[in-house]
């Protein structure tokens, strides 16, 4: 499993990724992240509520986030501070789908969620 943020989103990366994860007998996962723009943030607003999932971090336990309007100590232990529920969800569909044009055509291999 291969994860990176923004600063690994290129084209190259995932090429060889891609070209990594096609050799017979292994398997190769990744995740990219980018900041989000426009395009992203319209897509966000057109998905069901029932598409989102509860997030969970690399043990499994259900993610947590920042609740709005709390004390500002980032190591605050105060249950208070604290939300369970950080929530994911696939664009692939409606960026695919939306405004009548694939808006990922140019963007991945065919194949990227």
């Known amino acids: 499993m291969v994860a990176c943020d923004d600063a ?39 998905v069901a509520a029932h598409a989102w999932q509860i997030t969970v971090d690399e043990h499994g336990e259900i993610r947590e986030r920042r609740a709005e309007g709390v004390c500002g100590e980032l190591d ?10 950080a929530h994911v969800t696939e664009l692939a569909s409606p960026l695919r789908e939306a405004s009548g044009r694939d808006q990922l055509a140019d963007c991945r291999p065919p194949a990227t969620r």
């Open 76 to 85: 605050c232990g105060l249950h208070t501070c604290w939300v369970k529920e």
């Open 8 to 46: 690994g989103d290129s084209h190259d990366l995932i090429a060889r990724l891609d070209k990594l994860a096609v050799r017979p007998g292994y398997q190769v996962i990744y995740a990219v992240g980018w900041d989000l723009c426009e395009r992203e943030r319209a897509a966000i607003t057109t």
